[in-house]
Nanobody
Framework: QVQLAESGGGLVQPGGSLRLSCAASGSIFSINAMGWYRQAPGKERELVAITDSGSRNYADSVKGRFTISRDNAKNTVYLQMNSLKPEDTAVYYC??????????????WGQGTQVTVSS
């Protein structure tokens, strides 16, 4: 059984910062890509940032403001969000492609954490 546990969401004023964390646990052999997605009310889920084998890619809307990082020893991915804007308000979901000890490869999602940017 593999699980992703997110933390770090909340309410922040425009221009502020938040750091999201997502830890994978369970019967893990290895983790391939890890990333963050978000879904605003009435909109489709969109990719925010993703990291795999040292590479990092970002949505144009967050480039220069958000940074994704990863601690492989802790099976954890982070999203540092700076200069937050009201349009960043959404539920943020962690995603990981994980190889279980059974060698089965699956796509896992966290439960989501709310980020609200408002004055």
């Amino acid at each position: 059984q593999v699980q992703l546990a997110e933390s770090g969401g909340g309410l922040v004023q425009p221009g502020g910062s938040l750091r999201l964390s997502c830890a994978a646990s369970g019967s893990i052999f290895s983790i391939n890509a890890m990333g963050w997605y978000r879904q605003a009310p009435g909109k489709e889920r969109e990719l925010v940032a993703i990291t795999d084998s040292g590479s990092r890619n970002y949505a144009d809307s967050v480039k220069g403001r958000f940074t994704i990082s990863r601690d492989n020893a802790k099976n954890t991915v982070y999203l540092q969000m700076n200069s937050l804007k009201p349009e960043d308000t959404a539920v943020y979901y962690c995603n990981a492609v994980i190889v279980a000890m059974t060698m089965r490869v699956d796509d896992y999602w966290g439960q989501g954490t709310q980020v609200t940017v408002s004055s």
